[in-house]
């Protein structure tokens, strides 16, 4: 008996192997060209970002409060709403500031009139003394002419002493009446008369009284949107009570919290991408790095970590770093504080320093609205010295 052979039946088992073969061989090469690839990428961009989505947005948070005790009659604005620099936010009862106004109108004007009573002073003393002094030369010229005539028995020797005790009684009117112009004149001399120091001193009390009752209605120092409002009708609130805050939100940055072994080669002025988490990859913001943390998280914190301990654990700290964002972009595409924010700094350029050499040229945050108050006060002043003052020589 026979057997024949199948040449056909070892051809799977010969097949198998060289599949295998080609698999791990495509395997290997995906391999090999990813590693080249992320090695390309890493030493042409990679190499030259450092990220983070450890970051948030932060901005000015600007604090409304009573500089004068009151009672609220009225409220401007609420949350959320847009509020421009000057406006009233709140008004406090101004019944107590008016009157306390108008006594200060009045006193200011019972002493401008008092003052140039002293002035009048002044003048009337030095006609006084223009006076005493003709008697004074009179009587010395009686004392004169008698002195002569007392030998030739023509005036008696009785007279003459009257002459000299009128003589003397001049001299002392005199010397009296020039004391009296001495301190007159200590009050007004080297001054006009809206600088004389009591004028200045009713200007001053008027000045404050002015200022309490325009602090009456208390406005916003800047513009911006109202948030986290708790003053409320009829409050009876007192100097430095937090009554709402007002936010900027075209002036908000970012913090971006990188660790300290990403800070080596972060310059000032580098650029920065941004994405958000309520926008998503659809709006990319443009920022620069203005500022480098001067400590890591956990040295400013509220407790600071024991590192003498004991129970000690090395980690790697983190470091916040400021970035500055477009306003334009932020007028598009507003943020609010503390949503959280993806970054992605280019430090390819290496020029920038690591800390300001610079400082700063102007505030950084700075407001007007209350220099208006000021001098709104002072034109009141001059107008009230003005009008009480007929005689333009004491101006």
Do not use: C
């Not at 306390?100 to 002493?111: C, D, E, I, S």
């Amino acid at each position: 008996m026979t057997t024949e052979l199948n040449p056909n039946a070892a051809e799977p088992a010969k097949r198998k192997p060289s599949k295998r073969k080609r698999a791990l061989f495509i395997l290997v090469a995906v391999v090999i060209a990813a590693g080249i690839g992320w090695g390309l990428w890493y030493f042409l961009v990679g190499r030259w970002h450092e990220g983070t989505d450890d970051a948030y947005v932060q901005g000015n948070v600007v604090s409304i409060t009573s500089q004068v005790a009151g009672t609220v009659v009225s409220i401007g604005a609420d949350d959320g709403m847009k509020v421009q620099a000057g406006q009233v936010l709140v008004q406090l009862d101004p019944n107590d500031a008016s009157v306390a106004y108008g006594q200060a109108v009045a006193n200011l004007a019972n002493t401008v009139r008092q003052v140039r009573g002293l002035y009048s002073t002044v003048e009337s003393g030095r006609a006084d003394i223009a006076a005493e002094q003709v008697n004074v030369q009179k009587a010395r010229a009686d004392v004169q002419r008698r002195s002569g005539l007392v030998a030739t028995g023509a005036v008696s020797a009785e007279e003459l002493a009257h002459a000299r005790e009128a003589l003397s009684a001049a001299e002392a009117a005199l010397s009296s009446s020039r004391g009296e112009l001495s301190r007159s004149s200590a009050l007004v001399d080297s001054t006009t008369l809206s600088d004389q120091p009591q004028v200045q001193a009713a200007a001053g009390q008027l000045r404050l009284a002015y200022l309490n009752l325009q602090r009456a209605a208390i406005i916003a120092p800047v513009s911006g949107y109202v948030a986290k409002r708790s003053v409320q009708l009829g409050q009876r609130v007192q100097p430095g009570t937090p009554l709402m805050t007002v936010i900027p939100l075209e002036q908000v940055w970012v913090d971006a919290n990188f660790k300290e072994t990403q800070l080596g080669r972060m310059r000032l002025g580098q650029p920065v991408e941004l994405t958000s988490d309520l926008y998503g990859s659809d709006v990319t913001y443009k920022g620069r790095l203005v500022s480098l943390g001067l400590g890591t998280g956990a040295a400013f914190s509220l407790l600071p970590a024991q590192n003498a301990s004991g129970n000690w654990i090395k980690i790697v700290q983190r470091v916040p770093v400021r970035i500055e964002l477009d306003p334009k972009q932020l007028a598009e595409h507003p943020l609010r504080l503390g949503m959280s924010m993806s970054t992605d700094v280019t430090i390819r350029d290496q020029s920038g320093p690591v800390l300001p050499a610079a400082v700063p040229a102007k505030p950084v945050l700075s407001t007007q609205v209350f220099a208006q108050q000021l001098r709104d006060a002072d034109a009141v002043i001059a107008r009230i010295i003005r009008d009480n003052l007929p005689n333009p020589r004491h101006g």
